[in-house]
């Protein structure tokens, strides 16, 4: 009896492999800046020069946001958050761009991060072929429970 119980968990172990998703690899570091604190220093620690720095739109911009893709063929485009029909926040692709880097480019750009609904969306466009890119998404935003920055798989912190 003991042996077909070890065969069962072995089997279960195998399709829980198999079967559990493989995470996503990173593609772009990100870090924040409330007030441009600590900013400099983080610069002056990489190769900022292939980092486009864009001015703050407005006074209420107080975060500076730095995004630094680790994958080739891409770029960075910020856009305004709205909800979409699906309750889920997303780019606002009726107004205007607020910020694009270059091609396999970083970026830095200043806004405003509420402590509810994301202010800004970051869509990451990755080319994978001829004419067909994807888009990977992530808004700054600061964790409630310790004031961490929200990271996930696609966007990891420095």
């Known amino acids: 009896m003991k042996k077909n119980s070890i065969y069962v968990f072995l089997i279960l172990c195998i399709l829980a492999i198999l079967i559990t998703p493989a995470f996503a690899a990173p593609l772009a570091k990100v870090a924040a800046f409330p007030g441009g604190e600590g900013l400099e220093e983080l610069l002056s620690s990489i190769d900022s020069s292939k980092i486009r720095r864009v001015e703050k739109a407005s006074e209420y911009d107080d ?66 072929g001829e004419n067909l890119r994807t888009e990977h998404f992530w808004s700054p935003a600061f964790s409630g429970f310790d004031g961490s920055l929200v990271i996930n798989n696609e966007f990891i912190s420095f």
């Open 63 to 128: 975060t500076a946001i730095v995004i630094v893709p680790l994958v080739k063929d891409c770029n960075i485009m910020i856009y305004g958050a709205v909800m979409n029909d699906n309750f889920e926040v997303a780019p606002d692709r009726e107004s205007p761009v607020i910020a694009e880097g270059a091609m396999d480019s970083g970026l830095l750009f200043w806004c405003r991060v509420p402590e509810g609904i994301p202010a800004v969306v970051t869509v990451l466009y990755v080319k994978e």
